[in-house]
């Protein structure tokens, strides 16, 4: 029987488990130990790290269809980053013994599996690109068009949820009365619409594409 990634992913087996987190709740925490790859089932799971000096950032908000934690699988030992529930979540585990022996014995797997820090390093290198030449106005209507799956395959833009202005501030590394200023800005112009919630519109777009 041909191997199924999906079945192999959203069921439990030998070193796989399914669990259930609450929003709020610490996956792994930055220096745990790196025994395990995550695969995102459903909800959202944001990265954060701490410096020497206590400053956290957040380098990733992933939702479903993503993985996370697979520096195990090259080396790492303990955790880089801090994993928390953005929103209540459904993760799959899979040990790295398992992980490394599924990559090697089934190739489709192993190429989905490399497609995702594939993916993730062109993500790294264009946020450092649009850190250092784009406005925050236009680091922000990026943010939510990515945060809304907007150009991700097979996946229309959809509703934003517990996501806080603070949280939208960090990330592109502004304050919250900008993030608000521009967001009051962009739901005047019908690019969202919010009210606790936020539904992203294609026509956002347009922020990043003016000069």
Do not use: W
Not at 64 to 74: A, H, K, R, T, V
Not at 91 to 116: G, N, P, W
Not at 145 to 152: H, I, P, S, T
């Amino acid at each position: 029987m041909p191997f199924d990634a999906d079945v192999f992913l959203g069921a439990v087996g030998a070193g796989r488990t399914l669990e259930q987190f609450e929003k709020g709740h610490v996956i792994y925490a930055q220096g745990d130990a790196a025994d395990s790859v995550y695969y995102i089932l459903d909800g959202k799971i944001k990265l954060t790290v701490v410096s020497p000096t206590g400053k956290e950032a957040i380098i990733a908000i992933l939702s479903q269809g993503d993985f996370f934690g697979e520096g195990c699988l090259n080396g790492q030992v303990l955790r880089m980053a801090t994993s928390t529930a953005q929103e209540d979540a459904s993760l799959a585990t899979v040990k790295k013994s398992v992980m490394t022996s599924t990559l090697q014995a089934e190739a489709t797997f192993s190429a989905r599996f490399i497609e995702h820090p594939l993916k993730r390093n062109i993500r790294i290198e264009e946020d450092l690109v649009d850190q250092l030449f784009n406005s925050s106005e236009k680091r922000l209507a990026r943010i939510l068009l990515l945060l809304a799956n907007f150009g991700k395959e097979g996946q229309p833009l959809e509703i934003i949820s517990n996501i806080s202005q603070e949280t939208l501030a960090e990330m592109i590394g502004t304050t919250r009365s900008r993030v608000s200023f521009f967001l009051n800005k962009f739901r005047k112009l019908g690019f969202i619409d919010y009210n606790g919630s936020m539904h992203v519109h294609s026509s956002l777009l347009n922020v990043i594409l003016h000069d």
